[in-house]
């Protein structure tokens, strides 16, 4: 099978654990924006964004990705080679598979072509798995023992920051509604609008991206939903 180099599908992956925070979506995007569309001229036709532990083997949003490259003959792009999987087990059978894929810490090196390299990546990204495990526990059983009521003050802090993104999506909706009526209906069209209009992103000094559009949308659409929901069962 022929694979077309410069047509991409790109996955971004935070993990369940607050991996959100240490090397977020947009941080990943950007790399991948940079290293590859901007310098070395792929053109990204898809973009999977998945939520899910590097160290789990059945993940259905990486299986989209794969079969989505196979599909269409496209390479599968990722900002670093944890965020693709931390199990070199995966890691060594995507190596052997006809699939192409490209990390842009190392943008210059073909894993086809240097598998070796790339095993010896996945051997320290499945160490690190282990680590951060290990680390984990410790801590919960510390924690535990103080009398700490675990994940207390991490749903409040969830709560606070869900308020927060309601709160600002609620701001933007009527900007987003006046951009589509002016024809700036996709997310890539939207996220050029607000950049070139220097509207600030929920994370201040950020920029908007497609994916920031689609998380936005969604949340938007769901408080419109509550709102619908709550006006039906006003007596």
């Known amino acids: 099978m022929t694979h077309d180099m410069k047509k991409a599908v790109s996955l971004l992956r935070v993990s369940t654990d607050g991996q959100e925070e240490r090397y977020g979506l947009e941080a990943q995007h950007n790399d991948i924006d940079r290293r590859f569309v901007q310098e070395r001229d792929y053109t990204i036709v898809k973009e999977f964004v998945e939520v899910d532990s590097g160290g789990k083997y059945d993940r259905s949003i990486l299986d989209q990705a794969i079969d989505y490259c196979r599909r269409h003959r496209a390479v599968l792009l990722v900002a670093d080679l944890d965020r693709l999987s931390r199990r070199l087990l995966l890691i060594a059978t995507l190596?052997?598979?006809p699939i192409h894929f490209r990390v842009a810490t190392?943008?210059?090196?073909?894993?086809?072509?240097?598998?070796?390299?790339?095993?010896?990546?996945?051997?320290v990204?499945?160490?690190?798995l282990k680590r951060i495990r290990a680390s984990t526990k410790a801590g919960l059983a510390v924690a535990k023992s103080k009398g700490v009521i675990l994940g207390k003050n991490g749903k409040i802090l969830a709560e606070k920051n869900k308020n927060a993104a309601n709160e600002f999506a609620a701001k933007m909706a009527p900007i987003i509604d006046r951009l589509k009526m002016a024809g700036f209906k996709s997310e890539k069209k939207l996220a050029k609008a607000l950049n070139r209009k220097r509207v600030p992103t929920f994370r201040p000094g950020s920029r908007w991206h497609s994916t920031t559009i689609h998380n936005?949308?969604?949340?938007?659409?769901?408080?419109?939903?509550?709102a619908c929901a709550l006006a039906i069962h006003v007596p």
Do not use: H
């Open 106 to 123: 190392y943008p210059d090196m073909n894993p086809k072509e240097n598998p070796e390299f790339f095993q010896m990546l996945g051997i």
């Open 125 to 128: 990204a499945e160490i690190q």
């Open 216 to 226: 936005l949308l969604k949340r938007i659409a769901r408080l419109k939903a509550n």
């Open 95 to 97: 190596l052997e598979s």
